[in-house]
């Protein structure tokens, strides 16, 4: 399976009493296919996923695919720090139908690189599903190396990475050595343009749940090699990518979106509203680009 395009990391809307808003996340879906967007990621960080039971996770994931209902790919969150779980999740994920998922490196556990291999080769090997690699050591704790990277990529099932170490140098270096079907996209908004024109293939995006339209214009341009007019569109989106990133993700995204009465502003804790002057700060942001 090939990886191009854009893939918008979903939030989770949220009732006021906790509860998951079906109706938001159904016309979120609908938002983001109506914009054109490749494909949609319920259920990975920016989804809160920690914060869910097992039971709403597959349930989210289930919904997706219903309502996207080919339309669009669908990439399922089911990674954990848990091998076990892991594997019990992404087998769910395929019995829903979701077409692929992603696997984030395990978070806390702090893996050795054969500890990270091992981990994601036994995901391959039970469940027959294209997997996208998640790398994140600002969250996990640790990189996964790109020679770990490499040796999983000779697994047909390891068909991606998302890359997001924020090293350019490191993402750089793993385009230049990995196999040709084998992609690279990045999971920072505002790395898209250059790790494009680098060779990568697209974005896991957080803005996407906002500005989809917008985002896939961006990536599109870059992808067609008109890289004077990606440059562009860049600038003119970089304050919105460093204002969705002013606090943890998803907290500034969510507040944006209920400025558009998208989705309320609820979360489940430990995540908690923007601060009054950061609220401050999103909002004149905004107004400035006219959204």
Do not use: W
Request: hydrophobic letters at 40%; glycine letters at 8%; a neutral charge.
């Amino acid at each position: 399976m090939k990886f191009k395009g854009v893939y918008t990391a979903l939030v989770t809307p949220f009732n006021n009493d906790g509860s998951v808003d079906f109706g938001a996340f159904k016309d979120l879906i609908e938002f983001q296919i109506k914009e054109g967007i490749t494909g949609v990621l319920p259920m990975g960080t920016t989804g809160e996923s920690p914060t869910l039971s097992h039971e709403e996770h597959v349930q989210i994931i289930e919904m997706t695919v219903k309502q996207v209902a080919g339309r669009v790919t669908v990439l399922a969150g089911t990674g954990s720090n848990s091998t076990e779980e892991a594997i019990k999740l992404t087998k769910r994920a395929k019995e829903c139908g979701a077409n692929a998922s992603l696997q984030v490196a395990p978070y806390y556990n702090k893996p050795t690189q054969e500890g990270f291999y091992r981990h994601f080769m036994a995901i391959a090997e039970a469940v027959d599903l294209p997997m996208m690699l998640y790398n994140i050591p600002g969250r996990s704790g640790k990189n996964i190396e790109n020679s770990t990277t490499i040796r999983l990529a000779k697994h047909p099932n390891i068909c991606a990475t998302k890359e997001a170490s924020g090293s350019i140098a490191q993402i750089m270096d793993l385009i230049a050595e990995k196999p040709d079907n084998f992609d690279v996209l990045v999971g920072d908004d505002q790395l898209g343009y250059p790790v494009i024109a680098l060779g990568g293939t697209g974005i896991v995006s957080v803005a996407g749940n906002l500005i989809p339209r917008q985002m896939m214009e961006l990536a599109n341009t870059a992808l067609e090699g008109n890289f004077a007019k990606a440059r562009e569109l860049h600038y003119k989106l970089l304050p919105f990518f460093k204002a969705e990133f002013i606090d943890t993700n998803p907290i500034p995204i969510k507040y944006m979106m209920s400025l558009k009465k998208m989705i309320k502003e609820n979360y489940r804790l430990p995540m908690c509203e923007l601060g009054e002057k950061e609220k401050a700060s999103v909002k004149a942001t905004l107004e400035k680009m006219g959204l």
